[in-house]
DNA sequence: GGCTTGTTGAGACTCTTTCCCAACAAGCAA
DNA sequence: TTGCTTGTTGGGAAAGAGTCTCAACAAGCC
């Protein structure tokens, strides 16, 4: 397996850090007395190749796509690596509209996210302030904050675009 | 049907309202050119009858319970209104760890959460500066803003103070 | 290379939510 | 009030996401 491909592409969006994320799960598993399996490495290479937010359905059927043959990974198998690899920080869990999507976790700098209630696009945004906050409510309630979820719902700039296109349309008839 | 007992009992915490639920859910239905049924309003009065945060199952749970005979509800009733409710702007629904929750949203002050991962124990808590800080990311990313999600995780000074018991008892051994 | 034991994959299963459709009941009109 | 039209209900089936079971398999150790 080619660690030195996956670090690079990988680098380019990373903050700095030590590891490819498949060596740093192989020391997760490690630690917990888990198997470096084949198909916990295929899942891994596949989910950091790329950047975008998904779900376990797509990563199913991508997975399925890819490699047709003898290197496909089932279905209980991908539900079940996702759960690792989020219980060992490489991915993040959210939940959108009752629904899972994961996005990388490790390596990647904090963040929080736009949801377009239009057409259903994710963009990210960071905010210290947004901590501070947070910390500051959790001291207030004597609540020891571990994290948060936060979601911004609205219309992204091309769906208002769309909108007034649409509306002004309307407005000629 | 008695409006004044609903709308007394809900008048102890709500910020100040017009209408009783009931009334303002026959309104909407009006508008909407759909009827004002028995089972939609044993359903209304039911949930607005308390406070605390609910999910589907404990719904359909309590109304069999409470009104075996005539007066039950069904299933499918039960979501069906419910996502009226929501479309109604009577209720909000959020999803806590992929599980549909409901809390009452008319007349009743906003506000996020603080969720505890320990005992799954909800509290509320409000920030103005919250707002301003969502209002501010979008003006920032040309994005509209309509609302957000935000829930706060960690552990409640309950859980805390079990643990530290849990922690003692251990440190003994 | 052999052995132990964690892992995989097929398929069944759970849980929540929605769909289908025949029986029913609002609400309007006469 | 009665009758009629049409939206609504409830039972059961179905859909969708995720998990469980268990026999076959394959890491990793000796």
Do not use: W
């Amino acid at each position: 397996m080619s660690h030195s491909q996956l670090g690079e592409s990988y680098a380019l969006t990373s903050v700095d850090v030590a590891l490819p994320p498949m060596e740093r799960f192989e020391e997760y598993l490690q630690a917990k007395g888990k198997r470096i399996t084949q198909p916990r490495r295929i899942l891994v290479e596949h989910v950091f190749s790329k950047h975008e937010h998904f779900d376990a359905d797509a990563l199913i059927e991508e997975l399925a796509q890819r490699d047709a043959g003898p290197k496909r990974v089932s279905r209980p198998t991908v539900y079940r690596t996702l759960n690792e690899l989020v219980e060992a920080g490489l991915l993040r869990k959210m939940d959108i509209g009752g629904r899972a999507v994961y996005e990388h976790d490790y390596g990647y700098p904090d963040h929080d996210h736009l949801y377009c209630t239009q057409c259903g696009k994710l963009s990210e945004f960071h905010s210290e302030e947004l901590i501070r906050l947070r910390d500051a409510v959790g001291r207030e309630q004597g609540f020891r904050v571990t994290g948060h979820k936060f979601i911004v719902n609205g219309t992204c700039q091309e769906c208002q675009r769309k909108t007034r296109r649409q509306k002004r349309k309307v407005d000629l008839i």
